[in-house]
């Protein structure tokens, strides 16, 4: 069974502290490795899609990295607008798209 | 205006009434979903469809059922509510080609008392 584990469960950060959230995942064969952001009360807001091991990938100060077991979201020099619940899926490659998604990581910044 | 739309955006009904959730989409994606989040347990889906003569349960489709009216439309249906069912529902949209990645509509808060 496809598994996905983040950690931290929440992280509090100061304006301009760099930090990074973890994604670890159990896959029987990964077809891709999302990442998520949502804020409270709205939809699940697609940020990136990796696909390989060493693969990475870029949007303003967030960074997503992939190894063969894990994901990390790098923040660098987050913002208070950069509060929000990141969530992580993968796709095992089955024909009809399954998603397992992990619990999420409550990122706060403060200003 | 939105990809993906989601009517209505909160309701509160009573134990065993019917309640219906309705999806739109304008991306032109064949693939639907429909999934509940709730606190600790994270988003887990309840039906997909490929098209709208291919309709598939998901990992909690009990209690739940859906149509798939045209390619745009996604709705889905509580028989009879029940108050475990309170959560939030979101409708999702993807193409299946080789990022197959899904889309998500902004919710719907729905409280069963």
């Known amino acids: 069974e496809d598994q996905v584990t983040q950690s931290p469960e929440a992280l509090r950060l100061q304006e301009g502290e760099s930090s990074s959230l973890n994604c670890s995942y159990t896959?029987?064969?990964?077809?891709?490795l999302f990442w998520y952001r949502q804020d409270p009360g709205k939809g699940p807001e697609f940020l990136f899609t990796?696909?390989?091991a060493g693969e990475e990938k870029e949007k303003e100060r967030l960074k997503a990295t992939l190894t063969k077991k894990e994901s990390f979201l790098h923040i660098t020099a987050p913002k208070p607008e950069d509060s929000a619940t990141y969530l992580c899926?993968?796709?095992?490659?089955?024909?009809?798209?399954?998603?397992?998604f992990g619990q999420g990581t409550i990122l706060t910044v403060h200003p | 205006d939105a990809d993906v739309t989601q009517t209505p955006r909160n309701r509160i009904t009573k134990t065993g009434k019917r309640i219906m959730l309705e999806c739109s989409q304008t991306?032109?994606?064949?693939?639907m979903y429909w999934y509940r989040q709730d606190p600790g347990l994270g988003l887990r889906l309840i039906y997909y469809?490929?098209?709208?003569?291919?309709?598939n349960k998901g990992e909690i489709s009990d209690g739940y059922s859906v149509s798939r009216q045209a390619q745009a439309k996604f709705s889905l249906s509580l028989e009879s509510a029940i108050p475990n069912q309170t959560a939030l529902y979101f409708c999702?949209?993807?193409?299946?080609?080789?990022?197959?990645?899904?889309?998500f509509g902004p919710g719907t808060r729905l409280t069963v008392l």
């Open positions: 999702a949209t993807s193409d299946g080609g080789s990022t197959d990645t899904q889309y």
């Open positions: 899926a993968v796709h095992d490659g089955t024909s009809y798209g399954k998603l397992t």
């Open positions: 896959v029987s064969g990964l077809r891709g």
């Open positions: 990796l696909y390989s």
């Open positions: 991306k032109g994606h064949d693939r």
């Open positions: 469809s490929f098209d709208v003569k291919d309709i």
